[in-house]
């Protein structure tokens, strides 16, 4: 099955075309679709907008729409950055540079020590069917871990240099055991077992 995918993020779209094409799926961007949708993500939490922006899409597209909408809680902050992980450094509204996110994040637990320094990265991911009786499916995967100290390995994207499993970072991970264990492929691989039980025709 085609889905359309709501973002141009070329390596957010590379991990979750990997994840649905072993499911037996496929995704299509925004850009090769041919179409422009920026929805204003208003929700509260990380379901709230993943649902938003999947269904600007499928408005927009005619097709069914695969969201995603992601971010990183910290136990020592309080759940931040929680819904505004990617725009954490951010003072007017625009996006940081990934390097500018993780710079104030090793700021603001400068002082914590390693135990205290667990997080999560959360993914909830939505599917919009349109139709006369539309259909809306969100799951949510989660990847218990911690913040590191520095950054480590050269893959990835976002935070993925701090994120740490035991030893080792997301970004020091091959695509293979980063998809295994994280946020984003647990919860695309709960949706395709709703997925498998809908008839598109």
């Avoid at 299509?28 to 204003?40: F, I, N």
């Avoid at 938003?52 to 899409?57: E, Q, R, S, T």
């Avoid at 695969?66 to 505004?84: F, H, K, N, Q, T």
């Avoid at 055991?177 to 984003?184: L, N, P």
Wanted: proline share 3%; net charge negative; aromatic share 6%.
């Amino acid at each position: 099955m085609i889905f359309a995918r709501a973002t141009n993020n070329k390596k957010k779209l590379a991990e979750i075309q990997r994840i649905l094409n072993a499911l037996g799926h496929e995704a299509k961007s925004l850009a090769e679709l041919g179409v422009c949708v920026d929805a204003e993500e208003t929700g509260t939490t990380f379901e709230e907008n993943a649902l938003i922006k999947a269904k600007a899409v499928a408005r927009a597209t005619g097709m069914p729409s695969i969201s995603d909408d992601s971010g990183l809680e910290v136990d020592a902050l309080g759940g931040e950055p929680g819904v505004y992980t990617a725009r954490y450094r951010s003072k007017d509204g625009s996006h940081p540079t990934d390097d500018e996110n993780i710079d104030k994040l090793l700021y603001n637990l400068k002082d914590v020590p390693k135990e205290n320094r667990t997080a999560r990265f959360v993914s909830a991911v939505a599917l919009y069917i349109p139709g006369d009786e539309p259909v809306s499916i969100v799951k949510r995967g989660t990847c218990e871990g911690r913040i590191g100290f520095e950054r480590r390995g050269s893959d990835g994207f976002g935070y993925d240099p701090v994120f740490m499993i035991g030893d080792v970072s997301y970004a020091e991970m091959t695509a293979r055991e980063k998809d295994a264990v994280s946020h984003r492929g647990k919860a695309l691989r709960l949706l395709g077992e709703e997925i498998s039980k809908i008839s598109f025709e």
